[in-house]
């Protein structure tokens, strides 16, 4: 089988998952290629969206609101990038006859519609990496999409495609996190991580701040964001705090952090959930995260330390927590460890 996933450089969450379930696929005997064919389509579109996500962000989340609720931006939209698709992909498809496209960006879903209405023998698969469905989202052409959340099915549901082609089989992660971990219910001694994420927009300075006036070692990560880590690098700290760049060993690290600070990226969401760690969400980018945030606190998966942060750390660490013991159980309950392998045993079901 000939499977083609699809994916657009606006976050990083989208790669990652396609690069997960390109594994799973590739073990399972499957032909898999990588498309970015439309990024020169999407360069405005990222430009805008980053611009305002760092500069502008409650206009950028009342415009992600509007957009949501507005049929006729979704139908300018799906106009929009179903003839980016007809100019650029046709070509694509021709050259590599691919029997699946996979596509963990919205824009790649419409743009391959296109291709999908021209070959009806094409099988076309929308995989989420947020916690909710946008109307962006919605390809009436799909063949099925994979979701994580029971509320992700519904809202498939609402848009008008049919709830019993949506599976609700977790974000795809890397086979590492599927190891084993420690105990749960006990406190690790291992760091609390503050993890910096691939855009590094935050008040990560404010918040390293207020956790080094704790006595837990704290390890700030910054992935591959050089600019973040030499802002961080530029301040004094106790010995107890450490900042590093991107580093190979995330699952085992997050495996045994006592507890974990960020922002509610996707991806993050499913990897932190299967490491069966603690979660304080400090910040999250207007929108999409605005709703990742809501649902994981929702089902017990984080905790919003955005006014105490100092506070909900002690909370989450004290002896025989019930907070921690909830968020924990919780997080075994919702944890997909297997979603890439599932995920690409249904796509090779097609």
């Given at each position: 089988m000939r499977i083609l996933l699809a994916s657009l450089p606006i976050g990083t969450g989208h790669d990652i998952a396609a690069r997960a379930l390109a594994e799973s696929l590739a073990r399972k005997g499957a032909d898999v290629e990588f498309s970015h064919h439309l990024v020169a389509?999407?360069?405005?579109?990222?430009?805008?969206?980053?611009?305002?996500?760092?500069?502008?962000?409650?206009?950028?989340?009342?415009l992600f609101r509007w957009g949501d609720r507005t049929h006729y931006l979704w139908e300018r939209h799906r106009r929009g990038w179903r003839d980016a698709g007809r100019m650029v992909l046709?070509?694509?498809?021709?050259?590599?006859?691919?029997?699946?496209?996979?596509?963990?960006?919205?824009?790649?879903?419409?743009?391959?519609?296109?291709?999908?209405?021209?070959?009806?023998?094409?099988?076309?698969?929308?995989?989420?990496?947020?916690?909710?469905?946008h109307q962006f989202w919605y390809e009436p052409l799909a063949d099925a999409y994979s979701v994580w959340l029971p509320e992700q099915v519904e809202d498939l549901g609402r848009l008008g495609f049919d709830e019993k082609r949506v599976w609700p089989l977790g974000i795809p992660i890397r086979a590492s996190f599927s190891e084993s971990i420690p105990l749960v219910g006990t406190i690790r001694r291992g760091p609390l991580v503050l993890l910096g994420g691939g855009l590094g927009m935050g008040p990560y300075l404010s918040i390293l701040k207020r956790l080094s006036r704790l006595p837990y070692p704290v390890l700030a990560v910054c992935g591959h964001n050089e600019a973040l880590r030499w802002r961080l690098d530029e301040h004094r700290w106790p010995e107890r705090i450490h900042i590093v760049g991107y580093i190979e060993h995330m699952p085992t690290l997050l495996k045994n952090a006592r507890l974990v600070i960020g922002k509610p990226g996707g991806v993050t969401a499913a990897e932190v959930c299967q490491s069966q760690?603690?979660?304080?969400?400090?910040?999250?980018?207007?929108?999409?995260?605005?709703?990742?945030?809501?649902?994981?606190?929702?089902?017990?998966?984080?905790?919003?330390?955005?006014?105490?942060?100092?506070?909900?750390?002690?909370?989450?660490?004290?002896?025989?927590s019930v907070r921690r013991a909830r968020m924990l159980a919780s997080q075994r309950c919702w944890a997909r460890p297997d979603a890439a392998e599932d995920l690409a045993t249904r796509i090779m079901s097609l």
């Open positions: 389509d999407v360069r405005w579109q990222a430009r805008l969206y980053f611009f305002g996500i760092r500069f502008l962000p409650n206009v950028y989340g009342a046709e070509s694509v498809y021709q050259a590599y006859r691919p029997d699946v496209v996979v596509a963990t960006h919205p824009f790649a879903l419409t743009g391959w519609s296109w291709v999908k209405e021209r070959y009806p023998r094409l099988r076309l698969v929308g995989v989420l990496t947020d916690l909710s469905v760690v603690p979660w304080i969400l400090t910040h999250w980018i207007a929108g999409q995260e605005e709703v990742n945030r809501d649902r994981l606190i929702q089902h017990d998966l984080a905790v919003r330390g955005d006014h105490s942060l100092e506070a909900v750390v002690e909370s989450l660490l004290a002896e025989n």
